[in-house]
């Protein structure tokens, strides 16, 4: 006897259906963003402009450190005390602490790109190949999709999201394999429509928090950039306007120091 599915049941899996394909295709666009777009982004600027935008700040550094050593030295002078160094190292440092944060996050901007540009890339064929199966092991294996999974399907997902990330186009074939890549039948699935209704609600929130996360990372640096450095004549302005200010960082630390100098600082103190 041929069981008659109720209309409502029938159309929540359909919609179940859908929100997993949409799931899977945000999911495979996040991780492409994460592992691919964004870090080929970073090496791109870092390459044309981001690395003459270091060399520029530590510049800009310098020159305040030595408006600060002279600052506390006239402070002194002013007040007819020799200086006192122990003092100005300690007042150095603080600053140093204040500007090495936005250095820092400059040199790791860097780090990643050198590190990007190292690595052995796939080939055109094989990148092809590793989207279509993590694609497909995103469908099969994403906890959003499967709540009830075991724990070596939740394993298995988060192999593949490394190897994904890692370009390991092997592994991504090994779990494919282990896993058994095929479509789910959940023709004979009697789930109450309640809970299908929750899976429901759960697969939207994860789809629009999904989309969220796509556009924050589009709406951000580096992505933000990847239009503009297709423009020569933009980058060519940037490296002019980059170049200007090092000329003037490097004249203005040139007259602190030989104002220092003249002030009694030795020049192979610290900045």
């Known amino acids: 006897m041929d069981i008659q599915l109720h209309p409502e049941y029938l159309e929540a899996k359909r919609r179940i259906e859908v929100l997993k394909n949409d799931v899977t295709e ?52 002013n007040r007819r005390e020799a200086p006192d160094k122990e003092r100005i190292e300690k007042e150095l440092e603080k600053l140093a602490k204040q500007l090495n944060v936005k250095r820092q996050k400059m040199v790791d901007h860097l780090d990643r790109a050198k590190a990007w540009q190292a690595a052995t890339m796939l080939s055109e064929e094989d990148t092809a190949e590793a989207h279509v199966l993590y694609k497909q092991l995103v469908k099969l294996l994403h906890p959003d ?91 060519a302005a940037q490296l002019h306007k980059i170049q200007h200010e090092t000329a003037i960082l490097t004249k203005r630390r040139d007259d602190l120091r030989e104002e220092l100098v003249a002030m009694g600082w030795q020049p192979n103190e610290q900045i």
């Open 26 to 77: 945000l999911f495979t666009e996040h991780s492409e963003l994460v592992t691919v777009d964004v870090p080929a982004a970073e090496a791109l600027y870092m390459d044309k402009i981001g690395r003459f935008e270091l060399v520029a700040y530590e510049l800009y550094m310098q020159v305040q450190f030595l408006k600060k050593r002279r600052q506390l030295m006239l402070q002194a002078i």
């Open 145 to 235: 999709l499967h709540p009830n999974q075991t724990r070596q399907e939740a394993e298995w997902f988060k192999q593949a999201v490394d190897a994904y990330k890692a370009g390991d186009l092997a592994k991504l074939q090994l779990i494919s394999e282990l896993v058994a890549v095929g479509t789910e039948n959940d023709t004979l699935s009697f789930n109450a429509i309640e809970e299908l209704h929750e899976q429901i609600r759960r697969l939207e929130a994860h789809a629009e928090s999904l989309t969220h996360q796509i556009l924050m990372i589009k709406d951000t640096f580096p992505m933000t950039t990847v239009e503009w450095l297709k423009d020569e004549e933009w980058v």
